[in-house]
T-cell receptor, first 111, second 113 residues
Framework: LAKTTQPISMDSYEGQEVNITCSHN???????ITWYQQFPSQGPRFIIQGYKTKVTNEVASLFIPADRKSSTLSLPRVSLSDTAVYYCLVGDNGAGNKLTFGGGTRVLVKP | GAVVSQHPSRVICKSGTSVKIECRSL??????MFWYRQFPKQSLMLMAT?????????EQGVEKDKFLINHASLTLSTLTVTSAHPEDSSFYIC?????????FGPGTRLTVL
């Protein structure tokens, strides 16, 4: 399973855009990139998943360059309730679907 | 997506006792479930893969005799922490594999005194 590297923490202010970049230099051809959000004392919640280029949903956008060795989660106009830990995971959906969580990025949104 | 519940949400027990945690898939028949453990300020660590009707697959370093997993039906997997000790105090989270995506339960906070 490819290892991921993310910043440990990031501060932002309400209304700003938050971009979290994740490095996954050893990503395999069959691997997808998935981001999860976790609030304290809760289970992780799926945010977005992509394979290449750009993916957008109602919550976030995911940018993946052509070499796929990194990805950037973009949260538009964050609010206080977006304060959470964000995990980037890389894995093959067909390989038993085992997820390896890295350290995650602790995002603090300030008023 | 699949809706996953866990019971209990919190449990406090004495050292040496056993604790059972239930993970239920409320709207999806799950052949595969996963159990994770998370210590404070740390990331989730996969403990085992629970397969309905067969033995669980444990990750390296996880004692299968201490963390008993039973996946007797497509909607229920249980994790029993046997002879719990204070170092087993943690946040235990299960997930359900549904169509190549994992849906997580709310977690169970175990405190061993």
């Amino acid at each position: 399973l490819a290892k991921t590297t993310q910043p440990i923490s990031m501060d932002s202010y309400e209304g700003q855009e938050v971009n979290i970049t994740c490095s996954h230099n050893n990503i395999a051809t069959n691997d997808y990139i998935t981001w999860y959000q976790q609030f304290p004392s809760q289970g992780p919640r799926f945010i977005i998943q992509g394979y290449k280029t750009k993916v957008t949903n109602e919550v976030a956008s995911l940018f993946i360059p052509a070499d796929r060795k990194s990805s950037t989660l973009s949260l538009p106009r964050v609010s206080l309730s977006d304060t959470a830990v964000y995990y980037c995971l890389v894995g093959d959906n067909g390989a038993g679907n085992k997820l390896t969580f890295g350290g995650g990025t602790r995002v603090l949104v300030k008023p | 997506g699949a809706v996953v519940s866990q019971h209990p949400s919190r449990v406090i027990c004495k050292s040496g006792t056993s604790v059972k945690i239930e993970c239920r898939s409320l709207d999806f028949q799950a052949t595969t479930m996963f159990w994770y453990r998370q210590f404070p300020k740390q990331s989730l660590m996969l403990m085992a893969t629970s397969n309905e009707g067969s033995k669980a697959t444990y990750e390296q370093g996880v004692e299968k005799d201490k963390f008993l997993i039973n996946h007797a039906s497509l909607t229920l997997s249980t994790l029993t922490v046997t002879s719990a000790h204070p170092e087993d105090s943690s946040f235990y989270i299960c997930s359900v594999l549904a169509v190549n995506e994992q849906f997580f339960g709310p977690g169970t906070r175990l405190t061993v005194l």
